[in-house]
């Protein structure tokens, strides 16, 4: 009883101490932002799968105006199972229903469902974990899907003839995977039930390596479907864009062989492909630039695998190389072009301006050189006027001097006219002359 009382006295003395270590501890203040961004790096946790499961997985694209009704369809099957509903603004939600379990998670571009129930059928493909859930609710679905995988997660091997009709007589792509731990089975169809099928044979993984083994099979078929979205519009565009070429070469060829007066029409057309370029560049940058990420993550999750060759039959690695690659080099190739389109309308527009610049410098040349002529012409009437008005002035000078002397005789001044006249005329001449300079510099200096 001693004992008893003195360990129990030792525990409370050890709590206070505890407590008041605690108290002397900074604290710091945890902000939003470092909150919600340590709260992303949890979000999504790997699924821990037994190693017999079938898993039901769909994918399904869907813009901003669709998220609060597809909210509305997962409370629908909450409340169908009595299960607790999600938050509002959560980004996934798991949870165990009646005979299987749900992971819902919401992307940028698309959102995922992932059924999983425990237990496989002896026939392979002859269950789904999917039968528990409602066709009504399906049906009522929001979005366009994308993807939708039935896989089943078992120990026990078959053969190829059993695979090959499980499969429905596809070619059967197989793959030895997690450093020789499971055999992965696909044919990369989808079947009659509109599902595709992955088959996983495995009795030595862990339930934790199970489902990330799981989650990355599921992420490598929505991850390739995603990133085959752009090539359709690839394809629509390629007619178009060659046009624009097309154009654009008949540009450049009349360039060299039309005047001067076609460079504004040439001008407009440049303009116009510019613009037509333009728009399509940003139509598809995003989908395009959508198309290489998840080209990237579909890579990297294959690498993941870590496959080895299992009985000759080709790798899933081979087949998404062969297949994928080329769709998605044909998107890389459309923007390519375009790129080098946009640099080929550039450089046209920027010779066929420097071709109307040096057009119009060399009208300007005309212009001021006819400029220039005008003005000597003007110079030189100008001094012609001004010789005129210096006789002008002089002459009538010689009329007022003639007046002056008339006058001056009149009162017997012994003068000789025509001796007084003669040398005024060179007189008057030159006071003129200088008078008018005087003139013409003090307005030349006014106006300056």
Aim: charged share 20%; aromatic share 8%; with cysteine.
């Amino acid at each position: 009883m001693t004992i008893r009382l003195n360990r129990e006295a030792n525990r409370e003395v050890n709590s206070e101490a505890v407590t008041d270590v605690t108290k002397n501890r900074p604290r710091l203040w945890v902000s939003e932002t470092r909150q919600s961004l340590s709260q992303e790096l949890h979000n999504r946790p790997s699924v821990q799968m037994a190693t017999c499961s079938t898993v039901s997985h769909i994918a399904v694209r869907i813009n901003q105006d669709q998220r609060g009704k597809e909210f509305q369809q997962l409370c629908t099957l909450c409340a169908r199972y009595n299960a607790p509903p999600p938050e509002l603004d959560a980004c996934c939600y798991y949870q165990h229903f009646t005979g299987f379990e749900i992971r819902w998670e919401r992307h940028l571009e698309f959102s995922s469902y992932t059924f999983i129930r425990k237990g496989v059928s002896e026939a392979l493909f002859d269950s789904f974990a999917i039968e528990f859930v409602p066709q009504q609710w399906f049906d009522s679905l929001v979005g366009e899907l994308v993807s939708a995988v039935n896989l089943v997660l078992s120990d026990e091997p078959f053969s190829d003839t059993s695979l090959f009709q499980a499969f429905e007589n596809y070619q059967v792509f197989g793959s030895t995977v997690a450093s020789g731990r499971a055999n992965v089975f696909t044919s990369f169809r989808v079947h009659s039930d509109g599902f595709s099928r992955v088959y996983i044979q495995s009795s030595a993984l862990n339930t934790y390596q199970a489902g990330r083994l799981v989650q990355r099979l599921l992420e490598i078929e929505t991850y390739q479907m995603m990133a085959l979205l752009s090539l359709p519009i690839a394809k629509a565009l390629s007619a178009d864009v060659a046009q624009i070429e097309q154009r654009l070469v008949a540009i450049n060829q009349s360039m060299a062989s039309t005047k001067d007066a076609d460079d504004g029409e040439m001008l407009s057309a440049l303009s116009h492909l510019a613009n037509q370029t333009e728009q399509i560049l940003a139509d598809i940058s995003y989908r395009f630039s959508a198309t290489d990420a998840y080209y990237e993550l579909v890579c990297s999750r294959i690498t993941q695998l870590k496959e080895q060759e299992l009985n000759h039959k080709e790798r899933l690695s081979e087949f998404v190389t062969r297949r994928l690659g080329p769709g998605v080099k044909t998107c890389q190739a459309l923007t390519r072009r375009l790129d080098a389109l946009t640099c080929r309308i550039e450089r046209a527009s920027g010779l066929l301006r420097t071709r109307v610049d040096l057009s119009i410098e060399q009208q300007n040349q005309k212009l001021l050189a006819a400029i220039n002529r005008r003005g000597e012409v003007q110079l030189r009437l100008q001094q012609i006027v001004e010789g005129v008005s210096i006789v002008a002035i002089v002459y009538y000078s010689m009329s007022l001097l003639d007046y002056v002397l008339n006058a001056l005789a009149s009162v017997d001044l012994a003068l000789d006219k025509t001796l007084v006249k003669g040398i005024s005329v060179p007189v008057l001449l030159l006071s003129t002359w200088l008078a008018m300079r005087l003139l013409l510099r003090a307005i030349k200096k006014h106006t300056h």
